[in-house]
């Protein structure tokens, strides 16, 4: 189980190592376990599953008199299943601003954050098999409106972010392979692809952008593998697979993440129907005598088939599909063939649990110390994607005021905006003097309660190809966590003071004096008289 650190104190700590001078604000947003149906849609059967979202808002002041301004973000999600004792760490989104102070501290606060969950001894959740995935894609701006505008931003190219990326997954790797020296049976095993480009290809490409740092990496003593992570046998899968029947199902292997080219992918291969199109069933011959011996011993097979014949076979063409094609299809996308390089990266932990631990019996549903509830968290991200901007630097301070206040004032009690209508006050009823004034009577309204605000989004869809999609219908037992002062200061907010030495001015190259260049002119030869 994890320690007494949570996630907040380990962040913190990772930063008072930076450079320079300059205080830090930190604000970590932790959701309570939720139960997930959408990790692997395709599964039969599907396994259980539940999910946890986290942000993670880094704000920055040169002096102490100076205003806060948000610098980095981070964006995540976590989804454990219990029947293979795995858990997912999905990074969806990583963002900067451009206007804090160098050097940045995206890298210190996305490696410790990664460290946190990926050592077994401050892991929050217990699972014997972490799987960190990530999709990087070049883009201008992800978490913060408007931040690609402010011309001091500059992000990563296509090639150079996957080559930052690669590098940051071979430094935890390595600090946690370490730690996990002391206790038998830890693995760890990197996987990386880049679509359309060949092993050699992308060792080139990457090997190149980080030579042309200033700081070139170290070499990492971990492997990597170039393809995907679903051929070992090594590290359990989070997906259970059973090929008992010789049924094959890509569902069980590819996870569908939000906003993942994967998972849109898979989507298309499940509802992919044969060209064809619907069949008129095949013509019954007619009956014969010599039909009935065969029918009666034909019922003895039938019954040991029925479990077979009764369980539904994957949608589309997931049964056609392997893995190998799937990610050699996925060369040919559109997002992965726009001109711009991308990369998944998979990072597999597994260690095998000592006999002297012993396993929690609290439901995977209860919330810790410290979590918030999913609404929250969705409305403080509705406040900064659609809230505010990051154009200016004016700007980036007013929308770091608006959404680190909404974060407290959320944690103090606040139930909805200021302006929010009254419902309760709009229902008028009319009293017993005006009945009789009436010429008809007229049934009152209901009162109904005040109800907080909520970001509009679109229902689930009900019917898929025809057939009902059944929901989970188990209830949570346990009521959402109800966000306090108190939780905010002991596990929200956080903030520090960095008095480091700078890092050393880069020496000015003295100006050189250009080489004198001598012309050569072309002698004419002289004509004879």
Same mark, same amino acid.
């Given at each position: ?86 858990? !997912?760490?999905? /990074? ?6 451009? $206007? ?39 883009? &201008? ?65 990457? %090997?190149?952008?980080?030579?042309? &740092? ?17 051929? $070992? ?9 059973? &090929? ?7 569902? $069980? ?86 001109? /711009? ?36 968290? %969705? ?120 008095? &480091? ?15 004198? !260049? ?12």
């Amino acid at each position: 189980m994890a320690t007494s650190s949570n996630l907040r104190d380990t962040l913190l700590a990772s930063l008072s190592t930076l450079p320079g001078t300059r205080d830090l604000h930190l604000h970590v947003l932790v959701t309570s376990p939720r139960k997930h149906s959408g990790l692997f849609p395709f599964a039969q059967p599907r396994p259980r599953c539940y999910l946890q979202d986290v942000v993670v808002l880094l704000s920055e002041q040169p002096t102490p008199d100076a205003p806060r301004i948000f610098v980095c973000a981070i964006e995540a999600c976590i989804y454990t299943i219990p029947a293979s004792s795995c858990a !997912v760490l999905y /990074i969806s989104k990583v963002d900067t601003t451009g $206007q804090g102070l160098a050097p940045s501290p995206t890298a210190s606060l996305v490696r410790a954050f990664l460290e946190f969950y990926a050592d077994p001894k401050t892991r929050p959740f217990v699972a014997d098999h972490l799987w960190i995935h990530l999709f990087a894609r070049a883009q &201008n701006q992800y978490l913060f409106p408007n931040s690609s505008e402010f011309e001091g931003k500059r992000p990563l190219s296509d090639v150079k972010l996957c080559a930052w990326w690669k590098r940051l997954y071979s430094e935890v790797a390595e600090k946690i392979q370490s730690r996990l020296k002391e206790e038998a049976g830890g693995k760890i095993r990197l996987y990386y692809l880049l679509p359309g480009s060949t092993e050699t290809e992308a060792t080139y490409s990457l %090997k190149f952008a980080s030579s042309s &740092n200033t700081t070139p990496p170290h070499p990492s003593s971990l492997p990597w593998s170039y393809g995907h992570p679903y051929s $070992q046998s090594e590290i359990q899968l989070p997906c259970s697979v059973d &090929n008992s029947e010789g049924c094959h199902n890509l569902g $069980q292997f590819i996870p569908s993440f939000d906003d993942d080219p994967k998972s849109r992918f898979l989507d298309e291969i499940a509802y992919t129907t044969d060209a064809d199109g619907i069949k008129s069933p095949v013509r019954k011959r007619p009956r014969k005598e010599s039909d009935a011996i065969g029918e009666v011993e034909g019922l003895v097979e039938g019954k040991e088939r029925q479990h077979t014949s009764d369980k539904p076979k994957p949608p589309g063409e997931l049964t056609k599909v392997s893995p190998e094609e799937f990610w050699e299809r996925m060369s040919f996308r559109q997002e992965c063939i726009a001109g /711009i390089l991308t990369g998944f990266f998979i990072m597999a932990i597994s260690c095998t649990p000592s006999k002297d631990v012993t396993r929690s019996e609290a439901s995977p549903l209860a919330p810790q110390v410290g979590q918030v509830s999913a609404q929250m968290v %969705k409305r403080v991200m509705t406040s900064l994607l659609t809230g505010v901007e990051f154009s200016t630097v004016e700007r980036a301070i007013r929308g770091t005021g608006i959404v680190e206040d909404s974060i407290k004032g959320l944690c103090d009690g606040l139930q909805s905006p200021p302006d929010a209508p009254n419902l309760a006050a709009s229902t008028v009823i009319p009293s017993s003097s005006q009945l009789q004034k009436s010429d008809r009577l007229t049934t009152p309204e209901p009162e109904s309660k005040p109800q907080s605000l909520a970001p509009p989004q679109t229902p689930p869809p009900r019917l898929k190809n025809g057939k009902r999609v059944v929901p989970d219908v188990s209830p949570n037992p346990f009521p959402e966590p109800v966000a306090s002062l108190e939780t905010y200061n002991s596990h929200i907010y956080g903030s520090i003071h960095i008095e &480091n030495a700078s890092l050393p001015s880069k020496p000015v190259a003295a100006e050189t004096v250009a080489p004198k !260049v001598t012309i050569l002119a072309v002698r004419k030869k002289k004509k004879r008289a």
